[in-house]
Every structure is written in C-alpha cells, then in structure tokens.
C-alpha cells in the first residue's frame, strides 16, 4: 500500500486526531506534486493559460502561486 493511499484511508478515520493529520498531510504531500508538474509543464512550453485549465483555476492564480518561485530542486532536466 503507498503512502497516499494509507493517508487517504486514514484521512478517513473516526479519530479526528488521526483523521485530520492525514488530511494535512494529504495537503502538503499534493502542494509538492502541483509544484512538480507546475515546473514539468514549464519546461515542455505549456503557457500560464494552459496549466490553469488543466488545474481549473485562472491564469492570474496559477501565474500569482508558481511565478516567482524557483523550481523544485533537482527537478531540472539536464
């Protein structure tokens, strides 16, 4: 079983101790894979425009959270 897949059963506990430290978790653990394919869709060329539709939000939201940011570490294609 992956670690998601344990949070996600988790997040879905009784215990509210449990159950909201999985969701935060969960929350951290997808702010760093929209942050990975963020950067992957940059260096294939995907403009501002397209990665917003592809997450659903507007073009200034995406633009505002992942612009001036550097990109993941290690992340770069050599």
Do not use: F, Y
Request: zero cysteines; a positive charge.
């Amino acid at each position: 079983m992956s670690q998601a897949t344990e949070l996600a059963a988790a997040a879905g506990s009784t215990d509210p101790k449990v159950g909201l430290r999985a969701v935060l978790a969960l929350r951290r653990l997808l702010e760093r894979l929209e942050i990975v394919q963020v950067d992957n869709a940059r260096r294939q060329g995907w403009s501002w425009q397209e990665i917003a539709d592809a997450l659903e939000v507007s073009r200034q939201a995406v633009h505002k959270k992942h612009a001036g940011r550097p990109a993941v570490p290690g992340n770069r294609e050599a």
